[in-house]
């Protein structure tokens, strides 16, 4: 950071996003710490949802669920959906499961993106007569993925 400048709360969250999305999983850490530590910072749900996409990228799926679990905050499924994420791309379809129950569960949600990730999970794990049954069952629910929508405020 140059001196003089001060990183705020958003500045963290880019930066974290950033280290996600380039696989700098130990970068990562070390700036939630640095944040923390330095800055005096107190994490908030988006920069945690942000360590366990990184975490989950990673394949360290277990100490993603850890850290959802740890978490001071609770009642959030942004995290869960990127362990879920990270299901997906090493097609841990047990953990997959156990997360999306969580989201039906818990938070009584019934997303059409979580049925979609843990289909293409069975798929990437080799189980095909399963990724067939859950996409049959996401067309008969008739379940459609939203697109996404962006809004910019500007002051006049």
Known sequence: MEEGCRPSEVTYLAVLNACSHGGMMVE?????EKMVREYGFSPKV?????????????????EARNLIKSLPIEGDTTGRRALLAGCRVYGNVNLGE???RILLEIFDEQHPKDSIVLSSTYAIAGRLPDYTRRMQEIKEEKMKK????????MNE
């Open 146 to 153: 939203e697109a996404g929508c962006s809004a910019i405020e």
């Open 28 to 32: 990562g850490i070390s700036f939630l």
């Open 46 to 62: 988006e920069h945690y949802g942000c360590m366990i996409d990184l975490l989950g990228r990673a394949g360290l799926l277990e």
């Open 98 to 100: 156990r997360v999306k």
